[in-house]
């Protein structure tokens, strides 16, 4: 008897605890509901320890910033550097708080820093167009080698990382600009002076005519060494400038040794009058360009049959040789 009471009473005890159980599973079943109907999880962001707002999805505004961070916004963005990432902290907060995950996301891109990757197109180490892609540098290059442009030698490319959006050209554009015409090389002896005035005649230029470099007459024109000088030397140090002596337009740019010349530029006055600048270092201009009075075509140098760094200058009428200090110096 005392067995089966006993087995009765725990039996009753337990029945007890078991519905109590419930409904205590129950009120908080009840509470949870209760409390996710006023309340939700949200992520509260803050950058550099200033609170920037609330989101919404934490994960999706994270994989926004980690492609924003690789690829920018497309176009030529190679990557963006942004110095800090944002936190986030989880909270329980009224569902009526706004969420702003489109503010965070142009805060961070604000604070952000876009490095721009394109292609640089130089010649001679000097960057003159940029395009987008390294294939359409290649195009332009192969391009301007297959058209046998002057520069094609000078030509190189070079990737570059810039925080400055370039403007970028086509590869039409790029093509066109770049292309230089080959100098039509003519030989020295056609376009060397018939002859020399060597009377004390002046002959009227029709033109007054500058000084292209300052400096010292060096040699004077006339019978030299056996041989005739059919201008002066003026001494200048290598690179000054070289002015057109007046207005006209070029009709040779010769590099090279140019029957003695080496790099040099012939300026058509008109009236048959033309002045020659030779043994320069660099030449300026092309054939056919207009130039003014004034205006540097050349530097100076000691190219050609040359000892020493000067201008050798020249002033033809009819292709005859006059004494530049009729006129200079
Ligand atoms: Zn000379």
Redesign the pocket.
Known sequence: MFQISTIKKTIVHIRTWTKFSILIILAAFLMIGAISYIYKPIYSVSLHGEFIGYSENKSKLQQRINEYIEKGNGGNIAFVEVNELPEYKLCFLKKEVPTNDEEIFNKIVEKGQAYYKYYAICISNEEKAYVSTFEQAEQVVNELKNKDSNNKNELSIIEKYETEAKELATVEKCVADLYEKKVVVQSSYTIAATGMNTSSKKIDLGISLIRPVSGTVT?RFGARWGRS?K???IGAPKGTAIKAAAAGTVTLVQYGYGGGYGNHVIISHGNGVETLY??CTTLNVKVGQKVSQGQVIATVGSTGNSTGN?L?LEIRVNGVAQNPQNYLY
Do not use: A, L, R
């Open positions: 040699s000088h201008g002066i030397d030779g043994h000067h050798h």
